[in-house]
T-cell receptor, first 114, second 116 residues
Framework: AQSVTQLDSQVPVFEEAPVELRCNYSSSVSVYLFWYVQYPNQGLQLLLKYLSGSTLVKGINGFEAEFNKSQTSFHLRKPSVHISDTAEYFCAVIFNNAGNMLTFGGGTRLMVKP | DAGVTQSPTHLIKTRGQQVTLRCSPKSGHDTVSWYQQALGQGPQFIFQYYEEEERQRGNFPDRFSGHQFPNYSSELNVNALLLGDSALYLC???????????????FGPGTRLTVT
C-alpha cells in the first residue's frame, strides 16, 4: 500500500538551532513530493515541492528539502529556526498512479522555544 | 486577489443530520478538491471536481457527496452524520494543466464540523 510516514509527531527545538523534520513514503511508482505548513486555525500553506530535476529544493521562509529516491525520503530542513516557525508541518505525496490526489503524513508539530 | 474561501467557519450538528459546506476557489482556478482532517491527523482526500464532475474519489462512503457549479465553486454534502465525521474540512483549488502534470493546490482555512 502507498503511504506517507512522518516519524516524529513532535519536535522541540531552541530558537536559532537547526531542525530536520523527517518524511518517508512507501511506493513502487514515481512520486511528486510536497511540504505544507499549518498555523493554528488556518489552512495549509505550501512550503516547497519536488516535481523533477534537482533533488535539493528550496522553499519559502528559509526551508529546504532533499529527495532521496533510494531511501524513499523527503526530509525538511532549516538551518536556524525562529519562534514564528512554530506550527504543524505536513509531508504530502502525489503517487504517479493516483491522479492529483495528495496523500498526507500524520504531521509533525514543530515547537520552537526561546 | 481573494484566495480560497470556505463557509461556514464553524458548524455544530447532531448525529443523523445532514450538512452542506461551501467553497469558492481562488480566482482563475477551475478544480476543487475536498479533504477531511480529523483532530491530530493529516488531511485525507475525499474527492475532486473538475468541469462540474467528480473526477477522483478517496476512500469515503457514499454519505459524502459533492457538487461543482458553473462558476467553479463547490459544495460538500454529508448525510446521516456520525460522531466520527467531526473534523476540519478543507477545500483546495487548483488550475487543471493536463493529466500528466501535478498542479499546485491552494487550501482554504477550513470548516470545523462538530457532530454531537
Amino acid at each position: 500500500a502507498q503511504s506517507v510516514t512522518q516519524l516524529d509527531s513532535q519536535v522541540p527545538v531552541f530558537e536559532e538551532a537547526p531542525v530536520e523534520l523527517r518524511c518517508n513514503y512507501s511506493s513502487s511508482v514515481s512520486v511528486y513530493l510536497f511540504w505544507y505548513v499549518q498555523y493554528p486555525n488556518q489552512g495549509l500553506q505550501l512550503l516547497l515541492k519536488y516535481l523533477s530535476g534537482s533533488t535539493l529544493v528550496k522553499g519559502i521562509n528559509g526551508f529546504e528539502a532533499e529527495f532521496n529516491k533510494s531511501q524513499t525520503s523527503f526530509h525538511l530542513r532549516k538551518p536556524s529556526v525562529h519562534i514564528s516557525d512554530t506550527a504543524e508541518y505536513f509531508c504530502a505525496v502525489i503517487f504517479n498512479n493516483a491522479g492529483n490526489m495528495l496523500t498526507f503524513g500524520g504531521g509533525t508539530r514543530l515547537m520552537v522555544k526561546p | 486577489d481573494a484566495g480560497v474561501t470556505q463557509s461556514p467557519t464553524h458548524l455544530i450538528k447532531t448525529r443523523g443530520q445532514q450538512v452542506t459546506l461551501r467553497c469558492s476557489p481562488k480566482s482563475g482556478h477551475d478544480t476543487v478538491s475536498w479533504y477531511q482532517q480529523a483532530l491530530g491527523q493529516g488531511p485525507q482526500f475525499i474527492f475532486q471536481y473538475y468541469e462540474e464532475e467528480e473526477r477522483q474519489r478517496g476512500n469515503f462512503p457514499d454519505r459524502f457527496s459533492g457538487h461543482q457549479f458553473p462558476n467553479y465553486s463547490s459544495e460538500l454534502n454529508v448525510n446521516a452524520l456520525l460522531l466520527g465525521d467531526s473534523a476540519l474540512y478543507l477545500c483546495a483549488s487548483s488550475l487543471f494543466e493536463g493529466h500528466s502534470i501535478p498542479y499546485e493546490q491552494y487550501f482554504g482555512p477550513g470548516t470545523r464540523l462538530t457532530v454531537t
